[in-house]
């Protein structure tokens, strides 16, 4: 079959060999969230800032030593280059508060990821879920006390990402994300945001080494109980980002639903040199539904390959389902990048290009249409051969669940 797909993409001047040895060079950052419901390690308890996890399937990583199992077990299944994505309340035995932890609170994960033959550690600071979330806000608080643990706390962040930069000789992504919103209608929309820029300020003052930690900020447009007002906008953090010299976060759940990021992924390169992602799966709004082979992640996949953008954006994933086995939603949602990677690449982007030029549209959408009934999935069989996997993942998922999450009651 793959023989017979190598020789039909040939036709359309597509190496499927290229192809594939390209896909093995992309590193996607994959969330450690989806395994405990954004619960976290330290303390937090229930989640809070507008986002939600719905769902009580059995099995939820309860702790440290069940949440690495369940990566490892997950990882396992996922084919290509991986990075692990770390949001600060997974520290690791800190009994300070977050605006003190430390390189040696996360050490433990380092360890870990080495262990796992990970490319690299991203970062987060965690501005939710814990009691100095006042009135639904962070960085914009106008209490200063406020501000300044989680200003504490980012900065606490940045030595953290330094430290797995250097570990990982690999520059760490470090993406801000803030839940401060009104759910009504507000007095002031200027002043909060006034108070995140001066935040922002401070934080990025602190002398990190901007060769090792990417700092992206991630805007949105509503959350759960914040849907009137977001002091962290698109406008508000694009401009930031721009001046700056930073880099933005898209999340493709945090726009309007008939506004897509694989637009705007071209849009923010024609400026910037890094492009950060969250890739999720919104289903009528910001739900993180588990990321699936659509449409607009197709098209997503499409403006990074054809941009030659590979090294320019950092593809990240961010959703959490809890209604399904959380192993089987990770490695559905990393195979869903993956297979959107490899169907990008699998395009004769120069010919398309040239055809948009010359302005021929007519054929334009012909070839468009040809590519979509390509055999695509003999190509894709192949390079998971070759990564020692195969298409059945399910078996594998519920042999762990029978045997390691039932045990979880
Ligand atoms: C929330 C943002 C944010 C979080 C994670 C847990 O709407 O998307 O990225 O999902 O940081
Ligand atoms: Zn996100």
Redesign the pocket.
């Known amino acids: 079959m793959y023989k017979n797909a190598k020789q039909e993409y040939e036709k359309y001047g597509v190496d499927t060999e290229a192809a594939i040895a390209s896909l093995k060079d992309i590193p996607v950052s994959i969330?450690c969230?989806q395994g405990d419901d954004?619960v976290g390690l330290d303390g937090g308890g229930s989640l809070s800032?507008?986002?939600q996890t719905t769902g009580n399937y059995p099995g939820r990583a309860r702790n440290f030593e069940e949440l690495k199992a369940d990566i490892k077990k997950a990882f396992s299944l996922m084919p290509g280059k991986k990075r692990l994505n770390l949001?600060a309340s997974y520290a690791v035995g800190a009994n300070v508060d977050r605006d003190r932890y430390e390189p040696k609170h996360f050490a433990e994960w380092v360890k870990f990821a080495k262990e796992l033959g990970l490319q690299g550690i991203d970062f987060?600071p965690?501005m939710?879920s814990h009691k100095n979330v006042k009135d639904g806000l962070t960085l914009s608080s106008p209490d200063e006390n406020i501000r300044k643990f989680w200003i504490d706390h980012c900065i606490a962040c940045l030595h953290i990402a330094e430290y797995f930069a250097d570990e990982f000789k690999s520059p760490c992504a470090f993406?801000i994300?803030i839940?401060d919103g009104f759910k009504d209608v507000p007095a002031d929309r200027l002043t909060p945001r006034l108070r995140l820029k001066n935040s922002l300020d401070k934080i990025l003052s602190c002398g990190y080494d901007r060769s090792k930690v990417i700092v992206a900020v991630?805007s949105?447009v509503f959350?759960i109980g914040v849907e009137s007002y977001t002091v962290g906008s698109n406008e508000f953090y694009q401009n930031y980002a721009a001046k700056n010299n930073i880099c933005c976060?898209l999340?493709n759940?945090?726009y309007h639903p008939l506004e897509y990021v694989s637009d705007k992924i071209p849009a923010l390169l024609a400026f910037y040199d890094k492009v950060a992602l969250?890739v999720?799966r919104g289903v009528r709004w910001?739900s993180?539904h588990v990321v699936l082979f659509e449409d607009e992640l197709k098209e997503i996949a499409k403006e990074i390959v054809r941009n030659k953008a590979t090294d320019k954006v950092l593809i990240g994933l961010?959703y959490?389902d809890a209604s399904i086995n959380r192993l089987s939603a990770w490695v559905t949602g990393q195979r869903a990048m993956q297979k959107a990677l490899l169907y990008a690449l699998l395009i004769n982007q120069s010919e398309l290009k040239n055809l948009q030029d010359k302005a021929d549209f007519t054929a334009l959408m012909v070839r468009q249409e040809e590519y979509k009934t390509m055999p695509f999935g003999a190509v894709w069989k192949e390079y998971l051969k070759r990564e020692s996997l195969t298409e059945d993942y399910l078996t594998d998922i519920r042999f762990y669940e029978n045997k390691v999450l039932k045990e979880r009651i």
Request: charged share 25%; no cysteine; proline share 4%.
């Open positions: 969330h969230w954004v800032g507008g986002i949001h987060n965690t939710f993406n994300w839940p991630e949105k959350g976060l999340d759940g945090h969250h999720t910001d993180d961010d959490f």
